[in-house]
T-cell receptor, first 112, second 110 residues
Framework: EAQVTQNPRYLITVTGKKLTVTCSQN?????MSWYRQDPGLGLRQIYY???????DKGDVPEGYKVSRKEKRNFPLILESPSPNQTSLYFC???????????FGSGTRLTVV | GQQVMQIPQYQHVQEGEDFTTYCNSS?????IQWYKQRPGGHPVFLIQ?????EVKKQKRLTFQFGEAKKNSSLHITATQTTDVGTYFC??????????FGKGTKLSVKP
């Protein structure tokens, strides 16, 4: 089944403890992206990647890192999480620029 | 920066009534996509519009792209309770990024 898989689905962590949210797609898509969704603010792009080793900042990149060493994986790294990074995170992929994205099921992160 | 304005923010309808949400941009868009997100779920891609004046239909859903490619609409005929959710538009930036509208949250009263 074609899908984008994120893990974990839920995570509660403490301020400053490094964490990684994994994202993997099995559709051989070139484009991948991370979003956070907050009430009243909608979906905001954190980082995106157009291909292996090609990444760029979205609208809200501060406090996040990404890497794209393989086409299928696009992990999101929070080196030192803070409470304002408590949010619902989505990973998404697309076969082409500007095309419809397939979203993962989301990761609900709480930083205390 | 680039953005799309999506209206209304909320819409409450009686089952069987029609529903329309609009996305408006101050600049010409190369394409626009529509997504639906059910409560507690993730955005699901519905359709992409590329051509000026394009109209596409999916059962009770009708999608339009304006002649000037600056606005788009999603119309649902005779809403059902299964239509509940938030409808987003987005357009692709020139570098592969996506810019989403803030969504229209639809509730349907049985």
């Amino acid at each position: 089944e074609a899908q984008v898989t994120q893990n974990p689905r839920y995570l509660i962590t403490v301020t400053g403890k490094k964490l990684t949210v994994t994202c993997s797609q099995n559709m051989n898509h070139e484009y991948m992206s991370w979003y956070r969704q907050d009430p009243g603010l909608g979906l905001r792009q954190i980082y995106y990647s157009m291909n292996v080793e090609v990444t760029d900042k979205g609208d809200v990149p501060e406090g996040y890192k990404v890497s794209r060493k393989e086409k299928r994986n696009f992990p999101l790294i929070l080196e030192s999480p803070s409470p304002n990074q408590t949010s619902l995170y989505f990973c998404a992929s697309s076969p082409r620029q500007g095309g419809g994205y397939t979203f993962g099921s989301g990761t609900r992160l709480t930083v205390v | 920066g680039q953005q799309v304005m999506q209206i209304p923010q909320y819409q409450h309808v009686q089952e069987g009534e029609d529903f329309t949400t609009y996305c408006n941009s101050s600049t010409t868009l190369s394409n626009i996509q529509w997504y639906k997100q059910r409560p507690g779920g993730h955005p699901v891609f519905l359709i992409q519009l590329v051509k000026s004046g394009e109209v596409k239909k999916q059962k009770r859903l009708t999608f339009q792209f304006g002649e000037a490619k600056k606005n788009s609409s999603l119309h649902i005929t005779a809403t059902q309770t299964t239509d509940v959710g938030t409808y987003f538009c987005d357009y692709g930036g020139s570098q592969g990024n996506l810019i989403f509208g803030k969504g229209t949250k639809l509730s349907v009263k049985p």
